[in-house]
């Protein structure tokens, strides 16, 4: 850990001349980001196409995730265009409206209610592990990170329609990448208005459309409507429809639920896939930590089936799935608006400002992480110096009251997913294929993640 780490920013605020590096901004935008910060430091004035703040310190960070719903909020170029998608759905509303919707999701999404999805991650874990039965014999070479989003996206369907998706998943996934896609994309005055009749708006309408109908079937199905029967009454959908809020005893209508769900299947399932696929890669790369996650298992589960008790005991796991997240954070770029002119870190932010910051090169800051990119989960043993130091360092979930709601389903799936698969296969990575990041709106290898089957 080096010793020099600051835990408050004390400056400077340095402006670069206008359009410095501007290009870059078309390629990978997670390097660009790291290159600002790497020739300019933890606290930067950018003027380009865009003007904005770039933050990269913990406690800049921290001060404005804190403060979001008071001095900063998310009322930005940037989530307006995900308004277009998620309407007002929690990930993009603000004031009130987002206050009510959080007490009502926070409900579904504590960590005791979460733990009844557990069968429905193992049993998805279990059907993968069998499906991969056949690779392993053919020896075959394929990509580990569509079967991650397969995965996830069944574990997303049973939790939230106990149903895997069946045959809609291919198109579920296909209507989940083309709204990432367009999520994803810088948003250039008029070509990317919404309005504007373009090749990619008219593709984004049609699959909200469909996305749309489908839902609407599954909420009619839980009440009941028309000729079909109601549906089962113990997954997300249905105590969605049930939950109340606490103060006022109101419940979502169905448009509202629409948004949620649609925010859930969109935030939930490419995050943890990505996570997952990150993990096999570092587990190639990293054999010693692979055999120590491999012996925990063995040390813990043994060859019984796995349950809720040993999650707790599966500290190495958790520690792997770290530090995994904190080089590859799936959900990597963050942006608020000014909501008030505000004093930061000694300079004025005018009303209307936009402050970005990105969780890869805070995640690599060298101030707070000793050789920050190495792959070393013992970083995140319990007590370790680097993850006591300041948690504002390590924000995978974000931080504040608009932390990640989803945090303990993930982390119980992340889990779940890797310690079963784990059991059984040792992944190997094709080293002959082109291992590169792609940055849009969840961080993932470019080309995917060739790999091949191994027994235990
Ligand atoms: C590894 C997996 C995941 C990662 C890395 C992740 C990351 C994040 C982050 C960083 C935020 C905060 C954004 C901000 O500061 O504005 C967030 C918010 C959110 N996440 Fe996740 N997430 C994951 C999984 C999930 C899952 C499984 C769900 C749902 C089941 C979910 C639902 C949400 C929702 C609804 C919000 C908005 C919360 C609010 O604004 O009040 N996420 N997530």
Do not use: A, K, V
């Given at each position: 850990?080096?010793?020099?780490s600051p835990v408050e920013f004390s400056g400077p605020l340095v402006t670069p001349r206008p359009f410095y590096k501007q290009w870059m901004l078309a390629g990978n935008r997670a390097v660009f980001f790291d290159r600002l910060v790497e020739d300019w430091g933890d606290f930067v004035h950018y003027r380009g196409l865009f003007n904005f703040y770039l933050i990269n310190h913990p406690s800049l960070v921290k001060r404005v995730?804190?403060?979001?719903?008071?001095?900063f909020d998310k009322k930005t170029i940037i989530y307006n265009r995900f308004r277009n998608v998620f309407g007002g759905g929690l990930v993009v509303a603000d004031g009130d409206q987002w206050k009510r919707r959080r007490n009502l999701l926070q409900q579904v999404f504590g960590p005791t209610t979460v733990k009844q999805f557990f069968s429905v991650m193992v049993d998805a874990a279990a059907g993968l592990a069998d499906a991969w039965e056949t690779g392993r014999r053919d020896r075959s070479v394929f990509d580990i990170s569509r079967d991650m989003n397969r995965v996830t996206l069944e574990v997303a369907g049973r939790a939230l329609f106990h149903d895997a998706f069946g045959d809609v998943s291919e198109q579920i996934s296909r209507w989940?990448?083309?709204?990432?896609?367009y999520s994803a994309k810088p948003p250039l005055p008029i070509v990317r208005s919404f309005w504007f009749p373009s090749h990619v708006n008219y593709g984004v309408k049609r699959v909200l459309r469909e996305f749309d109908s489908f839902l609407q079937s599954m909420i009619d199905d839980r009440r009941g409507v028309g000729e079909r029967a109601a549906g089962p009454d113990d997954d997300l959908l249905s105590i969605l429809l049930r939950t109340k809020h606490e103060e006022t005893g109101q419940s979502l209508s169905d448009r509202e639920i629409k948004e949620e769900v649609l925010g859930l299947i969109i935030g939930g399932h490419e995050t943890s896939s990505a996570a997952l696929t990150w993990a096999w890669y570092e587990l190639h790369r990293n054999p010693l930590a692979q055999q120590r996650l491999c012996e925990e298992i063995n040390a813990v589960v043994g060859d019984d089936p796995l349950t809720?008790?040993?999650i707790p005991q599966l500290n190495y796991a958790r520690m792997v799935i770290d530090e995994t997240i904190r080089l590859?954070?799936?959900?990597?770029?963050?942006?608020?608006?000014v909501a008030e002119d505000v004093e930061l870190g000694g300079a004025l932010l005018k009303k209307g400002s936009l402050v970005a910051f990105s969780r890869y090169s805070l995640h690599r800051h060298r101030d707070f992480w000793a050789e920050p990119h190495r792959f070393d989960p013992d970083r995140f043993e319990p007590g370790s110096e680097e993850n006591s130091h300041s948690s504002h360092a390590f924000i995978p979930f974000g931080g504040g009251p608009r932390v990640c709601i989803g945090v303990h389903f993930a982390t119980l799936e992340l889990v779940v997913m890797l310690c079963s698969l784990v059991r059984r296969y040792r992944v190997v990575v094709d080293e002959s294929d082109r291992h590169q990041m792609a940055a849009n709106l969840t961080m993932t290898p470019a080309f995917g993640l060739q790999v091949r089957l191994e027994p235990r």
């Open positions: 850990m080096p010793s020099h995730l804190l403060r979001t719903g008071h001095e989940t990448h083309t709204i990432n896609r809720l008790d040993h590859h954070p799936p959900f990597w770029f963050e942006n608020r608006n």
